[in-house]
């Protein structure tokens, strides 16, 4: 019997059962524990779940989580199965309920789980009692006024479970959610349209608290500047929300901070309670040595009041015992995009910080994308090692944010010793060694031993530093009780959290202190905010690495036992393994962090101050042209990495191939090596499209591991199975590569195809002189803004002689130039930068910028008319007429051949908007010279010659034909001329049948 049969046979058994014996079960003496117990245990039993934990795991690996109940008054805090694969995140929650509630029609289940699996940002959950089962859409936000089928995506009752069999198996089976089915039900049933997910729910929540507290202290507290504002602000709503979490998860007394509202000064009230979280938990989150503002602050109690109802039931849709802290965070995350500024009056404001209102927004970076860069960097680190050896570990994100990454990190640490214990010590051992709980959990030293020891973070925004504080806080007393605090207070004398103070540190990552020499008054320094590394984190940068002595004689005696490509590799290591006769300073390495992760700020460098941009230039090898400041974190992480550490970094794809990230590309590719890219969909950030890679870089790479996914796809992990493509490539090879672009698209075949087409050509260059179109006005040459914003060069007639005809982009077919007439422009010094005459009056070719279609296609056309042009296109004309005919240089520039060229060589295939072909990369075109005393490649380009003076003599007659037939008739003219030129240029280039397919995608 496979195991549906079973199931289908036990279901089966229980709903005979259950319809026998109907009444009594209806009872209200017949209570949920027996209804759990009798029918809703082995309802899940029979579809794979291990409810009774039959297989032992520890607490913190067991499938289904039967969870405790917390009482407060009437209402219970934890949902009563918590379903889970191999102790990952959750699934689903069940919320189990006696026969004698009416789930169809009762208003408080449904707001009980829906608020739930809200709260934990689920998809779904569900509630039965077995009589009947109903399954609600948990992306919607819960009203308590709602009706019991708001949200409710299935509903049936026991007589529809055999009927209904195969959806239930299929959908909430063990087996089901291997397969992924699971996965597909939720993203088909959840309705996404009009969801508001509880990270924006919490966004919206703290933006109103701020506002309130914001204008209340600024009214009553005006010694405080804007500054001190914002910290009072920022501390007070970061202590409410940890302690109303530890309320959640009960490590505090449900309603503690309501005491706050009894009587008296609210804020007061408060403060104290704030004091006595100082004296237990000793976090620096309660600091008040360190903090001289807040003891001093008053603030209405109508406020105090308003914002700590809003956090308990039924004023708030959040249920605390579930929020996970990643959710508070993506909150966060956008709550930092955001500052107060107080006016004369004293009333507060609140506004995007400009950096912010520069970027779009704040991008959050995905729980996915963080897994995948911590698996791939901190994973690969640790792998096979031991506690004692990950305990050296140092690992930091320069610049944390909300703490994101460094919450990934940590949690992954924290998995990482437990599954070590479990199976290297087992449950006896690991609590005798005080490193487990009695449940199969951490214990809080261990915890706090490796937080303290690997995690590091800076960030130049005070608020944030708090804010990750705040978090990895939050994760350390994850699984913590009452009862384990008080006997860890109590017994030990010990204070429950650590500070992490010395760990996660204000200040800006990329200035050093070396910049007081420049001329910065206090007020930019103070925004600056220069920072060390060396002497903020001496512990990382002091510490000595002994060099592993065996493991290289151990490499050294298998590259030996390999072929004789490798003996040169051995030679090197026995060379460096005779430096340990030396004395003892060679057994060692200078420190670092070993894993340097994060999503690094996407800023262009053009807009910060002259005197920082000459900063970063003096400082950084890789700054060219106008980079951004990513590549200058790129550069910086290289800097504090250990030599045998990791980055990875989610990065602009510009990483790939922008020319002004060319030294950066050959910085990681000389010194380093890549560890992976993955080419991501553009809709990794939420509302926002964005271009986006993962790069792993160490220096022990051998290969880089590409995944490439479609750009429109939808993901929820990386994986190499749900991978488009999956690529092994020697990234070493792309430094041969012009401006070393990363390559990730092209394989083998076309890579050698490429090389081909080169070989023994001449560049285009060598051959045509080129200018970008004119550039009418510009601020540095005196235009005024009233000038540029009124476009006082252009006219839609000639007002004058010096008013020229003006191409448009699209004016620019292929082969042939056509004036739309639409407008014209004064042409003389008086412009931007007007270019020379020439290249608007002589016989030359015009290449549109933008290029497209399906294969993207290059735009060139002829003309010899006096047409002027702007940057949209360029311009290219011959040096000598007489060597190689510009129509002929016309015909390689359209074909196929050179656009297989280009695409393979310059762009990213997988995007088809907004895809350029730049001039400096036209300009290196491999171009086959004609050899005028070879009399077939002379009659091969008069022959060309011939089919491009008819393409454009018919490009301008289709422009004319207002028939679809007449256009339909010169289209396959069009087509033929061009499928000529392609044979002949085939010719030329010498390629194969099997080479030509290549080029056309055959």
């Not at 992954?412 to 087992?426: A, E, R, T």
Request: charged content about 30%; overall charge positive; glycine content about 4%.
């Amino acid at each position: 019997m496979t195991p549906k049969e079973s199931a289908h046979k036990k279901i089966s058994e229980l709903v005979v059962r259950f319809e026998e014996q109907y009444a009594s079960y209806k009872k209200l003496e017949y209570n949920e524990t027996s209804t759990r117990r009798d029918f809703i245990d082995p309802f899940f039993k029979a579809l794979g779940w291990d409810i009774d934990n039959e297989q032992g795991a520890a607490q913190s690996y067991r499938e289904v989580i039967h969870e405790d109940k917390v009482k407060v008054g009437k209402a219970t805090k934890a949902p009563d199965y918590s379903f889970r694969i191999g102790g990952a995140k959750r699934l689903f929650f069940v919320e189990a309920k006696k026969p004698s509630v009416f789930i169809k029609d009762d208003i408080l289940p449904a707001y009980q789980v829906r608020r739930y699996g809200w709260s934990a940002k689920l998809s779904i959950s569900m509630i039965t009692d077995f009589e009947e089962f109903a399954v609600y859409d948990c992306t919607k936000k819960p009203l308590p006024t709602d009706k019991a089928s708001v949200a409710r995506v299935e509903y049936f009752t026991f007589k529809d479970y055999l009927t209904k069999f195969d959806f239930i198996w299929n959908t909430f089976s063990k087996e089901a959610v291997l397969k992924g089915s699971f996965d597909k039900y939720v993203q088909g049933t959840a309705n996404k349209k009009g969801t508001a997910t509880v990270d924006k729910e919490f966004l919206l929540s703290l933006d109103k608290w701020r506002t309130y507290l914001a204008t209340s202290i600024s009214l009553r507290n005006k010694e405080l500047d804007e500054d001190e504002i914002n910290f009072a602000v920022q501390q007070t709503i970061d202590r409410i929300i940890f302690i109303r979490i530890a309320e959640g998860r009960g490590v505090e007394i449900d309603g503690n901070l309501k005491n706050a509202l009894k009587q008296g000064d609210y804020y007061q009230n408060l403060f104290d309670i704030f004091k006595v979280a100082d004296d237990k938990y000793n976090s620096g989150l309660f600091d008040f040595k360190k903090d001289q503002i807040s003891k001093n602050l008053k603030i209405d109690n109508k406020v105090i009041k308003t914002i700590i109802n809003e956090l308990y039931y039924p004023e708030s849709q959040y249920e605390f015992s579930v929020l996970d802290v990643e959710i508070i965070g993506s909150a966060y995350e956008q709550f930092l995009g955001k500052t107060i500024t107080i006016d004369k009056a004293h009333h507060a404001k609140i506004e995007e910080k400009p950096e912010v209102r520069k970027a779009g927004g704040v991008y959050y970076t995905p729980q996915y994308v963080v897994d995948y860069i911590v698996q791939q960097t901190i994973g690969k680190l640790i792998e096979n090692k031991k506690p004692e050896d990950v305990s050296n570990i140092k690992i930091v994100d320069p610049a944390c944010g909300s703490g994101s990454f460094l919450i990934g990190a940590y949690a992954y640490l924290m998995q990482w010793h437990n599954d070590y214990y479990i199976k290297k010590l087992g449950m006896t051992r690991g609590l005798k060694a005080k490193v487990l709980t009695p449940d199969g959990h951490l214990s809080t030293a261990e915890k706090k031993r490796i937080l303290i020891n690997n995690i590091y973070g800076v960030d130049i925004d005070l608020n944030a530093v708090e804010v990750t504080k705040l978090s990895l806080l939050l994760k350390c007393m994850e699984g913590e009780t009452e009862a384990s605090i008080s006997h860890q207070f109590n017994m030990f004398n010990e204070r429950v959290l650590p500070t992490l103070d010395n760990n996660i540190k204000s200040g800006n990552s990329l200035i050093d202190t070396d910049i007081y020499g420049s001329q910065l008054d206090f007020g930019e320094e103070k925004k600056i905010k220069p920072f060390n590394w060396e002497k903020a984190f001496p512990e990382v940068f002091n510490r000595k690495i002994i060099e592993p002595k065996e493991e290289l004689k151990q490499i050294a005696r298998k590259a030996k036992e390999h072929a004789k490509k490798a003996m040169e590799y051995a030679s090197d290591l026995e060379q460096k393994l005779s430096e340990f006769n030396e004395p003892d300073s060679r057994y060692y390495i200078r420190g670092g962090f070993d894993v340097v992760i994060g999503n690094p700020p996407w800023v262009d460098i053009k807009g910060h101050p002259q005197e920082l941009v000459k900063y970063y230039f003096n400082k950084f090898s890789t700054t060219e042209n106008r980079i951004n400041l990513y590549a200058i974190f790129i550069e910086h992480g290289l800097k504090i990495l250990s030599r045998n550490g990791i980055l990875g970094f989610i990065v602009p794809n510009s990483i790939l191939y922008q020319s002004s990230y060319e030294k950066c590309r050959k910085l990681i590719l000389n010194e380093f090596s890549i560890d992976s890219i993955v080419r991501l969909p553009d809709n990794v950030f939420q509302n926002v499209k964005a271009e986006t890679v993962i790069i792993s870089i160490s220096k022990l790479a051998k290969t880089a591991k590409c995944i490439l996914y479609d750009r429109n796809e939808i993901i929820t992990e990386i994986t190499e199975k749900n991978g488009k493509e999956i690529k092994q490539l020697n990234s070493k090879e792309w430094l041969k590569n012009e401006f070393s672009v990363f390559d990730i698209f092209s394989n083998k075949t076309e890579i050698n195809l490429l090389k081909k087409i080169e070989k023994n050509k001449s560049e285009l260059i060598q051959f045509c002189d080129f200018t970008l179109g004119l550039t009418p006005y510009d601020k540095y040459k005196g235009h005024t803004q009233t000038q540029i914003k009124e476009r006082v060069f252009h006219s839609k007639t000639q007002k004058d002689n010096t008013f020229k005809p003006l191409l448009e982009g699209s004016d620019v077919k292929r082969y042939s130039v056509i004036w739309g007439e639409k407008e014209y422009i004064s042409y003389g010094n008086w412009l931007g930068a007007p270019r020379e005459t020439r290249f608007f009056t002589s016989p030359r070719i015009l290449v549109r910028q933008i290029v497209s279609g399906k294969p993207l296609r290059i735009y060139a056309g002829y003309t010899d008319m006096e047409l002027y042009n702007t940057q949209s296109v360029f311009n290219i004309i011959s040096k000598d007429e007489n060597k190689l005919s510009i129509k002929y240089l016309l015909a390689l520039l359209n074909c196929n051949l050179m656009n297989f060229y280009h695409g393979h060589k310059y762009l990213d295939l997988s995007k088809n908007l907004f895809q350029k072909i730049l001039i400096q990369n036209c300009k290196k075109f491999p171009i086959k010279s004609i050899d005028k005393t070879n009399n077939e490649e002379v009659r091969k380009q008069n022959k060309i010659i011939k089919f491009v003076d008819q393409l454009i003599q018919l490009n301008k007659e289709i422009h004319d034909a207002k028939l679809e037939s007449k256009r339909e008739q010169i289209q396959g003219k069009i087509d033929y001329c061009e499928d000529r030129i392609n044979e002949i240029v085939y010719e030329l280039y010498e390629l194969t049948p099997e080479e030509i397919k290549i080029v056309e995608g055959k």
